[in-house]
């Protein structure tokens, strides 16, 4: 037994010596080949310096300990990390790693980085969000979801588990669709410099996150043409316009053409990009002429509105409100009041919608100064067919847009303390609209002076088409008793 302890010991001893000296074996091969050799000779130097490593190996034990395994499992990291052409196809949580060094071909490293911890990993670890280009390792995810659950830690948009790839499965993966609000930059290219200079106002467009080059290309020139130039190139850039947000910072790309981009015939647009349209350089009185200031003919307009109509409400529902310290948010992860911003929107829509217009609200400070409730009387205009609700979607665009088309309304009539309601409906046969006021029904459309009192409105979906078995009246049959 004594025996057995001090072999165990010596082989203790022996491998974190054995330790040592590949870690500082890692450092000066590293260092050696960086300073004397390009790319291809790193590669058979390291080939040299595996096979002596493997015959050193098998000639000292033909058993290998767990810490030894360690060493090795290092070894091949720094292998990995020397030579650009090598590929690593497991996991390297399992500690299984398989390496192939080759010639020539592509040389670009599988190794990437988590958005978050930053820590280096082979694609099989990442995890990539389809809709914009966050990857992520899954401690970090993990984290993200508990903390914001259902929501991506870097576009901060709404997503589902579904949304969520492994890095090395991702490529030709179409996310759903979904509309993004992408900022346009004019940029102008410097021949003494590498960088471009923006000029003129950015422009901001809507559109799919799926489209074709060509309708792409189109609106962009649309854009374009307050510069009296060529067109030379238009670009993905990220929201500074000096670099790529698709390349990672290390490639120091200045930013990708769009037609490098395509698939299928289509561009996948993601949160995170601009688009940089860019001139060659321009004369001085051009370039003045651009970045001159402009008095756009909506400053002649008055700012507030004669009459509200139901996209004024609606973006009112949709815009963000601020939690203060009279009204805080309690985080759930520090477990404190904070103060904070909320904004609502419509993840999808049903086929059925019915929008309620708050008429009535209660006021601190009321009619006569005292607090009470009272009816609000503006009047708010709607539309009677194609309203479009794409503008307040987070979620996917359903196929065919989000248009509806009215059926019904309710109005009200008077005060908070009393009044009469009455109602609007379009017969779903005749496509005729009436107004029912008790037993008095009359061909009326609710459109003009008709809309002031409304207050209740139902939409459906456009094109929807269901089937509608009205009640037939029945002969009423009676039996004579016998």
Same mark, same amino acid.
């Given at each position: 037994?004594?025996?057995?302890?001090?072999?165990?010991?010596?082989?203790?001893?022996?491998?974190?010596?054995?330790?040592?000296?590949?870690?500082?074996?890692?450092?000066?091969?590293?260092?050696?080949?960086?300073?004397?050799?390009?790319?291809?000779?790193?590669?058979?130097?390291?080939?040299?310096?595996?096979?002596?490593?493997?015959?050193?190996?098998?000639?000292?034990?033909?058993?290998?300990?767990?810490?030894?395994?360690?060493?090795?499992?290092?070894?091949?990291?720094?292998?990995?990390?020397?030579?650009?052409?090598?590929?690593?196809?497991?996991?390297?949580?399992?500690?299984?790693?398989?390496?192939?060094?080759?010639?020539?071909?592509?040389?670009?490293?599988?190794?990437?980085?988590?958005?978050?911890?930053?820590?280096?990993?082979?694609?099989?670890?990442?995890?990539?969000?389809?809709?914009?280009?966050?990857?992520?390792?899954?401690?970090?995810?993990?984290?993200?979801?508990?903390?914001?659950?259902?929501?991506?830690?870097?576009?901060?948009?709404?997503?589902?588990? *579904?949304?969520? +790839?492994? @890095?090395?499965? $991702?490529?030709?993966?179409?996310?759903?669709?979904?509309? &993004?609000? !992408?900022? #346009?930059?004019?940029?102008?290219?410097?021949?003494?410099?590498?960088?471009?200079?923006?000029?003129?106002?950015?422009?901001?467009?809507?559109?799919?996150?799926?489209?074709?080059? *060509?309708?792409? +290309?189109? @609106?962009?020139? $649309?854009?374009?043409?307050?510069?009296?130039?060529?067109? &030379?190139? !238009?670009? #993905?850039?990220?929201?500074?316009?000096?670099?790529?947000?698709?390349?990672?910072?290390?490639?120091?790309?200045?930013?990708?053409?769009?037609?490098?981009?395509?698939?299928?015939?289509?561009?996948?647009?993601?949160?995170?990009? $601009?688009?940089?349209?860019?001139?060659?350089?321009?004369?001085?009185?051009?370039?003045?002429?651009?970045?001159?200031?402009?008095?756009?003919?909506?400053?002649?307009?008055?700012?507030?509105?004669?009459?509200?109509?139901?996209?004024?409400?609606?973006?009112?529902?949709?815009?963000?409100?601020?939690?203060?310290?009279?009204?805080?948010?309690?985080?759930?992860?520090?477990?404190?009041?904070?103060?904070?911003?909320?904004?609502?929107?419509?993840?999808?829509?049903?086929?059925?919608?019915?929008?309620?217009?708050?008429?009535?609200?209660?006021?601190?400070?009321?009619?006569?100064?005292?607090?009470?409730?009272?009816?609000?009387?503006?009047?708010?205009?709607?539309?009677?067919?194609?309203?479009?609700?794409?503008?307040?979607?987070?979620?996917?665009?359903?196929?065919?847009?989000?248009?509806?088309?009215?059926?019904?309304?309710?109005?009200?009539?008077?005060?908070?303390?009393?009044?009469?309601?009455?109602?609007?409906?379009?017969?779903?046969?005749?496509?005729?609209?009436?107004?029912?006021?008790?037993?008095?029904?009359?061909?009326?459309?609710?459109?003009?002076?008709?809309?002031?009192?409304?207050?209740?409105?139902?939409?459906?979906?456009?094109?929807?088409?269901?089937?509608?078995?009205?009640?037939?009246?029945?002969?009423?049959?009676?039996?004579?008793?016998?």
């Amino acid at each position: 037994g004594q025996a057995w302890c001090d072999d165990k010991t010596a082989q203790h001893v022996f491998s974190n010596k054995l330790m040592k000296i590949s870690e500082l074996l890692r450092d000066e091969v590293q260092k050696y080949l960086e300073k004397n050799f390009d790319n291809t000779v790193k590669d058979v130097n390291l080939k040299k310096l595996w096979k002596k490593k493997k015959q050193s190996s098998r000639q000292q034990s033909s058993k290998t300990s767990p810490e030894e395994c360690s060493i090795l499992s290092s070894l091949t990291s720094s292998k990995s990390d020397l030579c650009p052409s090598t590929t690593v196809s497991s996991s390297t949580s399992t500690g299984t790693l398989t390496e192939k060094v080759g010639g020539g071909g592509d040389t670009s490293s599988s190794w990437k980085s988590c958005n978050i911890c930053l820590e280096d990993m082979v694609d099989s670890d990442l995890v990539s969000h389809i809709h914009c280009t966050a990857q992520l390792c899954r401690e970090c995810l993990d984290r993200s979801m508990k903390a914001s659950p259902d929501k991506c830690p870097v576009c901060l948009a709404q997503c589902e588990d *579904s949304e969520w +790839v492994q @890095l090395d499965q $991702s490529s030709g993966v179409r996310p759903p669709l979904r509309m &993004l609000t !992408i900022p #346009v930059i004019l940029m102008m290219e410097q021949a003494d410099r590498d960088t471009s200079l923006r000029m003129g106002h950015p422009r901001l467009i809507r559109v799919a996150n799926t489209v074709k080059l *060509s309708s792409l +290309v189109r @609106l962009l020139e $649309s854009v374009a043409d307050c510069v009296s130039g060529a067109l &030379l190139s !238009i670009q #993905v850039v990220s929201d500074s316009g000096d670099w790529c947000s698709r390349c990672p910072g290390q490639e120091r790309c200045r930013g990708c053409d769009l037609g490098r981009l395509v698939d299928g015939g289509e561009l996948i647009l993601k949160p995170g990009d $601009s688009i940089a349209i860019k001139f060659p350089e321009l004369e001085k009185n051009a370039l003045e002429e651009v970045n001159r200031t402009r008095q756009d003919q909506s400053m002649e307009m008055d700012r507030v509105k004669q009459e509200l109509d139901l996209f004024d409400c609606l973006d009112a529902f949709s815009s963000r409100e601020v939690l203060d310290q009279a009204n805080p948010w309690f985080c759930p992860i520090c477990r404190r009041n904070q103060t904070a911003t909320k904004t609502l929107s419509v993840w999808r829509y049903p086929d059925f919608l019915v929008i309620y217009l708050k008429r009535f609200v209660y006021l601190e400070r009321g009619p006569g100064g005292h607090a009470g409730s009272v009816k609000l009387d503006n009047r708010v205009s709607f539309p009677l067919a194609g309203l479009d609700l794409t503008p307040y979607l987070s979620g996917p665009l359903q196929q065919g847009g989000e248009l509806f088309d009215l059926y019904g309304a309710v109005c009200h009539y008077g005060s908070v303390t009393g009044g009469h309601y009455t109602a609007y409906a379009k017969h779903c046969q005749t496509q005729e609209w009436n107004h029912f006021n008790d037993a008095q029904v009359d061909p009326r459309v609710p459109e003009g002076d008709s809309q002031d009192d409304v207050y209740v409105l139902f939409y459906k979906r456009s094109g929807l088409t269901h089937n509608v078995n009205p009640p037939t009246a029945v002969a009423k049959t009676t039996n004579s008793p016998p």
